[in-house]
Each structure stands twice: as C-alpha cells, then as structure tokens.
Antibody, heavy 122, light 108 residues
C-alpha cells in the first residue's frame, strides 16, 4: 500500500523559511518513472501545484514561485523535502504531497498525503 | 486566477446526470492528458479520472471523462448525495502542472 505523509511546522512567521517533509512508503524514490509532487490549497480556495521531483533528480517548479522553492529528496530516508523562503500570510495553506507518474502523467496525483496546514502569522 | 476554467458551481438532484466543464488552451488540454480530482469536505483530493477518460480501480462507472480540443468534461450519472464535493481538473502545461479553479457540486 502506497502512502505519503507530510510533516512540518504548523506556524511560521513572515519572512521565515518553511521546510516541509514528505515521507513515503510502499514505493521507493529510486523507482524509475515515479516521482513526488507538492501541491497547496489556501483555505477555501483552489489547488495550486508547486513542484515535483523524480528518481533521476529531474525537478520542475511553479513559474510564479520558482525563486522561492527548492525541492530535494533523500532516497535512503524515503523523504522528499520542500523549502519555501520568505513566507508571507498569503502562503497560509494546506500543503499536500502526492505520488506522480513519469511523462505524460505529471498531473496524475495518486495517492495524496493527508495534508498539513501551515499558518503564516507573526 | 486559474489557468484552466471551470464553473464555480453545479447542482443536480439524486439520480440526475450532471457535467462539469474544464476549458484550457493548446499548451495544456490541447496537447496533454486531463485528470480529474474529487475532494470531499475536509479531506485530501482523490484521483477520479486519468488520461482524459480512464477510471482508477474503485471509482464507480457513474463517473466518466471526455476531451475535445482544448476542453474537457466530467460527467456524473445517477447522482448520489455522497457525490457532493469539489471537483478539479488538471493538466500538464509545457513545464508545469495547471489546475482548474474547482467546481462545487451540490446535490439538492
């Protein structure tokens, strides 16, 4: 059974850097043709894709957030880490990680983690 | 403002058939697969349709997807109260994933 679980701080202050970890089980981050994406959802709003990473370390980022995002993986720990710098209250959202397939299934998120709510406030 | 355009709301009565549209462009829907997600209240989204019209195992055949040109649609037949949820379309677009703004489906 494939599962993903997000972890990280519940509350961050404006201008701080957010670090989120996605721990996966049921598949290996070294598996060819599989990757992990991060998606977020502000309260009451739509989903927004942030970034993805594959086993060969191929990465892609949201155009609008690229300058603030870094995605990486630790295959030995089965973890994918997302950092977002210079956090702002508008970044308050539930952050999800999800498994994805290789091209052309970059938008095939299955399954999703349960999500973690991050609030940005001083 | 989402890249893919969905109606903000849709509704139907039990047993009815409803459709939700998703409009994009040549760089996303026009040249890539469309995926649909169902998000029940307070839960993470769940894959409903992949590669335009394929259902993952466990998804009832009441749900179907289609695509034509730069638009796609999700159809739900035999509407049930448990279908009340938010529905999102998604597609690859050159170098990033784009989502629709979501459609809130109400079962009257």
């Amino acid at each position: 059974q494939v599962t993903l679980k997000e972890s990280g701080p519940v509350l961050v202050k404006p201008t701080e850097t957010l670090t989120l970890t996605c721990t996966v089980s049921g598949f290996s981050l070294s598996n060819a043709r599989m990757g992990v994406s991060w998606i977020r959802q502000p309260p009451g709003k739509a989903l927004e894709w942030l970034a993805h990473i594959f086993s060969n370390d191929e990465k892609s980022y949201s155009t609008s957030l690229k300058s603030r995002l870094t995605i990486s993986k630790d295959t030995s720990k089965s973890q994918v880490v997302l950092t977002m710098t210079n956090m702002d209250p508008v970044d308050t959202a539930t952050y999800y990680c999800a498994r994805i397939g290789d091209y052309p299934d970059y938008a095939m998120f299955d399954p999703w983690g349960q999500g973690t709510l991050v609030t940005v406030s001083s | 403002q989402s890249v893919l355009t969905q109606p903000p709301s849709a509704s139907g009565t039990p047993g009815q058939r409803v459709t939700i549209s998703c409009s994009g462009s040549s760089s996303n829907i026009g040249s890539n697969y469309v995926y649909w997600y169902q998000q029940l209240p307070g839960t993470a989204p769940k894959l409903l349709i992949y590669r335009n019209n394929q259902r993952p195992s466990g998804v009832p055949d009441r749900f179907s997807g289609s695509k034509s040109g730069t638009s796609a649609s999700l159809a739900i037949s035999g509407l049930r109260s448990e279908d009340e949820a938010d529905y999102y379309c998604a597609a690859w677009d050159d170098s990033l994933v784009v989502f629709g703004g979501g459609t809130k489906l109400t079962v009257l």
